[in-house]
C-alpha cells in the first residue's frame, strides 16, 4: 500500500506534490520522493528513506522546479526496504523522460521479470513497479498511450498509477479498481491523489474519483484531461481494507465517507455484538474511533477515552518487520488508569490481522486495572493471505486462519471476543455519486461469508483476505481471490 500523487499545470508542482505527500503519510512511512518536470521537459528526481518531512527540505524542493510533477509515499509489499526501491521510478527513454509512481501489487511480476531478464533485460530494483518500465520501453506500439496499453495488458494485480511521459501526466487504475485514485482540479491544473484528504489540504476542488480501468491523459498549456480508451473490464473488486483501516477517515474513496463506513460499522458492532453490563466503550487509536464512536451512539454506553496513542510512532501494521512491529506496539499505546480501574469495559479495533497489538494491549489494559475486557472487531476475521498489496503475505501470520474465536479469545485473555462476520454495503446510485453519498452497512444472508456485491454499479465491499469476490484459493499468476472466514468457525 503507497500513496501517490500527481500534479499537472500547477506552478511549483514539486511544492504541491510535496505538501499532498503530507496528507499521504499513513499509507507507507518507508520512503518517499518526488519527480518533477520543467518546461523544457528535463526531469528531476529526489527520493529518500524515511518520512516525507525527512526526505525534503527546501534546498532539495528548490531544484525540482516545473509545472509537472510526481510523488510517492511506500509501504512495501514487494521488494525489499531499500532506497534502490523507493519511488517514483525516473528512467531515461525513447519518448522523453518517464516518472512512474505506483500503488498496488503486481502479482504475476516474478513470472514477467524472469521473462525480460531472459530477453536480457537489467533489472535495478526488487520492485515489482520496474517490471512496467520495461514493458513500456518493448512496446513496438508507436504512441505513449498504446506503449502503456501494451504493458498493461500483460500484467496482472492491482495497480494505480501516475506516470510522466516527457510533460504529459497519465493516471491509470487498473481494471478491477483495487486501489483508490481521485482527480482534482487546482487553479488552471490539475491534481491525481490517492484520497481526497491530500486534495483539501493542497486547496484542491474534487472533480471525480476515477473508475476501474479508467485511463486519463493530462497536457497542455492551459493543461486539458482527455478520457482515453478504458482497459479491458472485468469485475469489480474494491478493497475493504482501505474503507476498514488504510485510509484516512476524513477522505472518500469508493464514493463513500471513510468516516461514515466506519462509524455504520460501529453500530452494526453494537447491534449484533452488545455488551449491556459493560461500564464504557474505547476504541485503538485511531483507525477504530468512529467505529467506538458508532458502537457508543447505538448501545448507550458512555464513550471514553482511555488508551493514548504517541503520534510520533508510525503505523505498527505498516512496519515491514515483525520485530518492528511488536516493538512499536509497546511504545505506541498507554492505558488511562482513573479510566480504566474497577470497569468492564468493550475495546473496539477495527480489524483483527495477526494479533500482535491486541494481545499486548489487553495486558496494558489489565494491568490498569480493568475488571473485564470485552474485545470487539468491526470487520470480518482475516483467514487468507492478500496478493494485492496488503502485508499479509504468509497464511501462518494470520490469526485467525488456524484459530477458532474461542481460541482467539482465550489466547487474547478476555471475556468475550467478537467480529462482524459478513457485511456488504448498500447498492449506489449509477454514476458517480462523488462526496455526498453516505454508506450503511447491513448484514448479507446466506453470502457464505464474503463481504461484497459484484454488480459494477455497485461499490464493492470485499473480503478481507485477498480482497476479491471469490472465496476458493489459486495461485497469484491470475488474480488469486480471497479466503475470509464464513464465521471463523463459532462465536466462543
Known sequence: MCGIIGVAGVPDASRVAYLGLYSLQHRGQESAGL???????????????????????????????GDVAIGHTRYSTAGTSVLANAQPILAGYREGPLGLAHNGNLTNAEALRSDLVAKGSIFQTSSDSEVLIHLIARSEAREPEDQLLDALERVEGAYSLVVTIGRTLYAIVDPRGFRPLWLGKL???????????????????????????????????????????SLPSKPHQRCIFELVYFSRPDSTIFGRSVDRVRRALGRELAREHPAPDADCVFSVPDSSNAMALGFAE???????????????????????????RNAKVKIKFN??????????????????????TSRELVQMIRQAGAREVHFRVASAPITGPCYYGIDTPTKSELIASSHSLAEIRRHLGVESERVLPRLFLRPLPHGNPGRRTESTPRRAFGD??????????????LPLSAMSISSATAAPMAPPPCATSSAARAPA
Open 35 to 65: 519527480v518533477a518536470v520543467d518546461g523544457a521537459g528535463v526531469a528531476r528526481s529526489h527520493r529518500g528513506m524515511g518520512l516525507v518531512s525527512d526526505v525534503f527540505g527546501e534546498s532539495v524542493l528548490s531544484a525540482l522546479a
Open 187 to 229: 487553479g488552471q491544473g490539475y491534481v491525481v491523489v490517492s484520497e481526497t484528504c491530500a486534495l483539501d489540504l493542497i486547496g484542491a476542488t474534487p472533480v471525480r474519483e476515477l473508475e476501474p480501468g479508467e485511463f486519463l491523459r493530462i497536457q497542455g498549456s492551459p493543461p486539458e484531461v482527455d478520457k482515453l480508451p
Open 298 to 324: 447505538e448501545s448507550g454506553l458512555k464513550l471514553e477515552h482511555a488508551l493514548i496513542r504517541n503520534h510520533y510512532v508510525g503505523r505498527t501494521f505498516i512496519n515491514p518487520t515483525q520485530a518492528s
Open 335 to 356: 492505558p488511562v488508569r482513573e479510566v480504566l480501574a474497577g470497569k468492564k469495559v468493550v475495546v473496539v479495533d477495527d480489524s483483527l490481522v495477526r494479533g500482535t
Open 448 to 461: 457464505h461469508g464474503r463481504i461484497g456485491v459484484t454488480p459494477p454499479a455497485l461499490v464493492a465491499c
